[in-house]
């Protein structure tokens, strides 16, 4: 079965939403796992050997002034283990990011995610969606940030994680997820 390992960091759970809907895609697929870094940028033992089994990998973190939390960053420090075994060599890798803006250099994030697969040797997966882009679009459309290279997702400052992202933020992210797993499954054939 085609696994898809999910590593993110979220601040105050606005991400933690939007890593449980690429989930949900990704589950649709294969064998979908959530690896939540947490506040001090650490995993549990033994998570990079898990990661490293996986098919595909999923990068997430929320935005924070122009780029991944420092948690993440911590993270992607980390794995310079497995990328001098060339561990995560051609696995499938995407990524997820939101913040409170609308644009909030949230491209930046995604940069960062792709660099760090492009060191890994990686396969990068865009979204592969149209923009939500005539004047009738809003947050509840599929796509409505336009993002190409990953998902992205508007949590405003005073929305709760009840609240937001919202429900076109989180079907753009199971659709990444969904995608990834496919295209994983179709690669390890």
Do not use: C
């Amino acid at each position: 079965m085609t696994t898809i390992a999910i590593v993110f960091f979220s601040g105050y759970g606005h991400t933690t939403k939007q890593a449980e809907a690429v989930q949900a895609g990704a589950a649709s697929v294969g064998d979908a796992r959530l690896y939540q870094i947490d506040k001090n940028g650490d995993l549990p033992d033994g998570t990079f050997d898990e990661i490293g089994r996986a098919d595909a990998i999923i990068y997430g973190s929320p935005t924070y002034m122009g780029g991944p939390a420092w948690q993440f960053k911590k993270f992607a420090d980390a794995s310079s283990k497995p990328w001098f075994s060339l561990a995560w060599k051609d696995k499938v890798a995407a990524g997820f990011t939101n913040s409170a803006s609308v644009n909030g250099d949230k491209f930046v994030t995604i940069e960062y995610f792709w660099t760090l697969s492009q060191q890994h040797g990686q396969v990068w997966v865009g979204t592969g969606l149209l923009p939500a882009n005539s004047k009738a679009s809003g947050p509840s459309d599929v796509n409505w940030t336009a993002g190409f290279t990953g998902a992205l997702a508007v949590s405003p400052a005073d929305a709760s994680p009840d609240e937001a992202p919202r429900s076109g933020d989180l079907e753009t992210a199971r659709l990444l997820g969904e995608r990834v797993a496919q295209l994983a499954a179709r690669l390890s054939d």
